[in-house]
């Protein structure tokens, strides 16, 4: 596609329930990021992955959360036992170049409400 | 210290006038910078990048970075009522395994027409 997609747009969940978040990514870009948005708050970093490297994971939050990349494209970002502290909006980034110097292109997130 | 500061107060301005945002950082490390505009249940937008040092225009918009003083700016001339949204900067050091974007907290501007 042309842009960064995700999907659901929106989650309602209830507490204690697990809920996955995907990403599909521009084509080409080796690079793929996940951050969390609170209200009021910043972008909150969770976890980075640049091609066939080990992502890097020292954003994520808790074990509950976890994240995979299948084939350097699609992502999907896995929340097991959800709480309320999860609610918030998850962004998903793509970047097309190994080494900085390149912008990174945002979807336009998953809003997830852990009820 | 947080990595990237942002003061997050809203900015309200009349149309027209000229918007200032700013952020300091503490890693010296970094040297892509980087500006988003994020409007409301949207996802940001990329609306300036920087290499290093130094200004670049792009229209109405002005991005300097001074890394002497780790301190990076965004002014908005001839501000319009589209204007309003939420700013973030973003910075990152570059570089193979150390891409990880550092955000501001973002400012919300408001024009007033």
């Known amino acids: 596609g042309a842009g960064v997609s995700q999907s659901p747009s929106n989650k309602v969940t209830e507490k204690g329930k697990d809920v996955e978040l995907r990403c599909d990514p521009i084509s080409g870009h080796t690079a793929l990021y996940w951050y969390r948005q609170s209200l009021g708050q910043g972008l909150e970093f969770l976890i980075y992955f640049q091609g066939n490297s080990a992502p890097d994971k020292s954003g994520l939050p808790s074990d509950r959360f976890s994240a995979e990349r299948t084939g350097g494209s699609v992502s999907t970002l896995t929340i097991q036992r959800t709480q309320q502290e999860d609610s918030a909006v998850y962004l998903c980034a793509s970047r097309t170049r190994i080494s900085g110097g390149t912008e990174a292109f945002f979807g336009q997130g998953t809003r997830l409400t852990v009820v | 210290q947080k990595e990237v500061e942002q003061d997050p107060g809203p900015l309200s301005v009349p149309e027209g006038a000229i918007v200032s945002l700013n952020c300091t950082y503490s890693?010296?490390?970094?040297?892509?910078f980087m500006w988003y505009r994020q409007y409301s249940r949207k996802g940001p937008e990329l609306l300036m990048y920087?290499?290093?040092?130094g200004n670049k225009e792009d229209g109405r918009f002005t991005a300097q970075v001074d890394k002497s003083s780790k301190y990076i700016s965004l002014f908005i001339r001839d501000s319009q009522p589209s204007d309003s949204a939420t700013y973030l900067c973003?910075?990152?050091?570059?570089?193979?395994?150390?891409?990880?974007?550092?955000f501001g907290k973002g400012n919300q501007v408001v024009v007033i027409p």
């Open positions: 890693n010296s490390a970094f040297q892509y």
């Open positions: 920087t290499y290093s040092s």
């Open positions: 973003a910075m990152s050091a570059g570089g193979y395994g150390n891409n990880r974007l550092a």
